[in-house]
């Protein structure tokens, strides 16, 4: 009954009005620490653009918390953004001088927050289909963050805002809860058969 409860609470919790977009990241340990961290703050959906690496988290790091989020895998950006896009989606990439700091990014509908290839950052092809740029602030000597870390700080301010203008920790619906209590039972129950 503890497991139930507990999956129960983590679904409530779960926000499916932000997500993250991994654009051609090349590290797989920033790979799977931006997956876990998603994970641990109730982000539901990642998606991965695949154009130029491809996307191969370290189970080391994911510690298992791939299974707990929605990749969505692409081959190019395009279907990618269009389809947030049509979900209605607002989509803003972090760059080293983006126009507004994170702290400003509009959190009263759904978020998506891109992140870049760790040398290249976001190409101008992703950029054309973005509402705007962010950047985390910095007072050091360092003008740079490792992308993992920028994503950390970026959807924790953006989970944490877009809670409190909905007041509450989730967003899935009645149903959407119950499908998705569904399935993380069914990957619960796998995972202890030794699956």
């Given amino acids: 009954m503890r497991r139930t409860e507990k999956i129960r609470k983590v679904v409530a919790s779960r926000l499916a009005s932000l997500a993250v977009v991994c654009a051609n990241l090349q590290d797989p340990h920033n790979a799977a620490a931006i997956v876990r961290t998603c994970e641990a703050l109730g982000i539901l959906e990642v998606y991965v ?8 988290p370290s189970p080391r790091v994911t510690q298992g918390a791939e299974k707990w989020v929605r990749l969505r895998r692409f081959r190019r950006a395009e279907p990618a953004l269009l ?4 979900r209605g989606f607002r989509i803003f990439a972090a760059m080293p001088v983006g ?9 009263d509908g759904p978020l998506a927050l891109v992140f870049g290839n760790e040398t290249e950052g976001v190409g101008p092809q992703i950029l054309a289909h973005c509402d705007g740029t962010f950047r985390i602030p910095m007072w050091g000597f360092s003008q740079s963050l490792n992308v993992s870390v920028a994503a950390g700080i970026s959807l924790y301010l953006a989970a944490r805002s877009r809670r409190q203008a909905r007041g509450q920790d989730g967003d899935l619906s009645p149903m959407e809860q119950e499908a998705l ?3 993380y039972m069914a990957r619960q129950e796998h995972k202890e058969r030794g699956g």
């Fill in 49 to 56: 653009i695949e154009e130029d690496h491809p996307f191969l």
């Fill in 83 to 86: 389809e947030l896009r049509d």
């Fill in 99 to 107: 126009k507004m700091p994170v702290e400003e990014l509009p959190v």
């Fill in 181 to 183: 209590l569904a399935e």
